[in-house]
């Protein structure tokens, strides 16, 4: 992964993909290989080394079911603002800094503070819900934004919402790297600058989103799409 770059990861059910987004961020131990970021290996197994705890602070993951990622007790103000409250007096935050923090994210993926920050998930949307957990992944500035099939469980007439959200944050933090594990093909075209196709576990197809997409080498990738 490039700085700055939108990677796609694409693959049938059971080709690895969850599993190498959660080796690569050191939530899941490795057998085989290593995980490098910037240019020294973090070792899933030290979780208090220095390269993991850097990893964990400029990374950020959404899951594809944003209702079991949300507290119900928490309002939304709550939810996004919780990666801050970790770090908040090694940070030195502020509360008044923190709250400005929520609405300028909340704002970034197209919720009016004013309407949703003092909501409980049960009275948000799919759609609405998901760009809450977006929120709260982009409110500590990550290096690196994972997203983990952040389309499958939302309707379809609120995926409009979650694109327009991804189009934005895209443009406004053109720096962030980000990595989309979809197999919603529209997002990937939309959002992502290079694919790579997963099988079994192993990468079996890797190039530009246009070569990948519109003329595959493989059979399993033709399959795919």
């Known amino acids: 992964l490039f700085k700055a770059e939108s990677l796609a990861i ?7 993909k969850t599993t190498l987004i959660r080796a690569m961020l050191g939530l899941q131990k490795i057998s085989d290989g290593i995980v490098t970021y910037n240019s020294k290996i973090v ?3 030290e979780k208090y080394s220095d390269e993991y705890n850097t990893l964990r602070k400029e990374t950020s993951l959404v899951f594809q079911h944003p209702f079991a ?4 007790r928490w309002r939304v103000r709550k939810s996004v603002a919780e990666p801050l409250n970790i770090w908040k007096k090694s940070l030195q935050l502020d ?3 923190i709250n400005k923090r929520v609405d300028d994210v909340l704002k970034l993926v197209g919720l ?11 009275e948000l949307s799919g759609g609405q819900a998901q760009c809450v957990a977006i929120a709260r992944a982009l409110i500590s500035n990550p290096r690196v934004f ?27 933090r053109p ?6 594990v979809s197999h919603d093909l529209g997002m990937i075209q939309h959002l992502a600058t290079r694919v790579i196709v997963l099988n ?3 990468i079996v197809e890797s190039g530009s989103v246009s070569d990948v997409l519109g003329h595959p080498q493989k059979d399993y990738t033709r399959a795919l799409i």
Do not use: Q
Not at 69 to 72: E, G, S, T, V
């Open 10 to 16: 694409i693959g049938g059910s059971g080709s690895g």
């Open 43 to 45: 070792n899933s197994s």
């Open 69 to 72: 990622a949300l507290d119900p």
């Open 95 to 97: 509360d008044e800094t």
């Open 112 to 122: 009016d503070p004013a309407t949703f920050a003092e909501r409980y998930p049960h």
């Open 146 to 172: 994972v997203a983990d099939e952040p389309m499958s469980a939302i309707d379809v007439a609120e995926r409009t919402r979650i694109l327009d959200a991804f189009a934005t944050i895209r443009a406004e």
């Open 175 to 180: 720096n962030m790297s980000c990595i989309f």
């Open 200 to 202: 079994n576990g192993e």
